[in-house]
């Protein structure tokens, strides 16, 4: 059931996954189930760039660059460099999430940031039905690998989704009740 498959939805982090391959084929599942997301006008802004097997280490040093730039001295963490160099070493691949703005800018950026994201809840939802599981990760840095990305004008990086098989079924989720959400008129 629907119902059933979006509340199981979990974010899983690589600390959870198993090691286990992902093969190309199911990220192009993924990446077809993105695509199905609603666009106003059509603009389609989702854009996503893959690493997996040996460009995983290529993405680590994309990250690294990007955060050792951005992150001034006082804040810079060699320990979190090396947890999240670990994130992306131990993911089977890491597909990063692009939004590419419409040149004609037909439609507000918002909802072209809102399409995108409605691109990886589809995305998210497959991995359930393929046995994998990932999350959406957003740090700062993102907004720094624009060259190494090789990005377009207008496009974007909304942040990082870590994908893999995962070791033991997460826990529930849980979430504030819908009616202190919800006003009827
Ligand atoms: C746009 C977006 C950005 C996110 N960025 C981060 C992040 O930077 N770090 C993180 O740990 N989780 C991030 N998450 C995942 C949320 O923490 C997670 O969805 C939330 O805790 C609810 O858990 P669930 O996904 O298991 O339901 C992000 C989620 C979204 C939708």
Redesign the pocket.
């Known amino acids: 059931m629907l119902d059933q498959i979006i509340k199981n939805?979990?974010?899983i982090f690589p600390n959870q996954f198993s090691g286990k391959a992902v093969s190309k084929e199911e990220i192009k599942i993924l990446l077809e189930a993105a695509n199905w997301a609603p666009t106003h006008r059509k603009t389609q802004p989702w854009r996503f760039k893959v690493f997996r097997e040996d460009s995983l280490s290529v993405l680590a040093e994309f990250i690294e660059k990007a955060y050792t730039t951005t992150t001034p001295e006082h804040q810079f963490s060699a320990f979190k460099l090396k947890k999240t160099l670990e994130k992306v070493t131990t993911s089977a691949a890491v597909i990063v999430i692009c939004m590419q703005r419409d040149p004609k800018e037909s439609v507000p950026e918002w909802e072209e940031v809102a399409a995108t994201?409605m691109a990886v809840q589809n995305l998210w939802l497959m991995t359930g039905e393929l046995g994998l599981g990932g999350?959406?990760?957003?740090?700062g840095y993102r907004t720094a690998m624009h060259t190494e990305l090789k990005l377009n004008t207008g496009e974007e990086c909304l942040?990082f989704f870590y994908l893999g098989a995962y070791k033991e079924e997460?826990l529930a989720?849980e979430r504030d009740a819908i009616e202190d959400k919800t006003v009827w008129f």
Do not use: D, I, K
């Open positions: 939805r979990r974010s994201a999350y959406w990760s957003s740090p942040g997460p989720g």
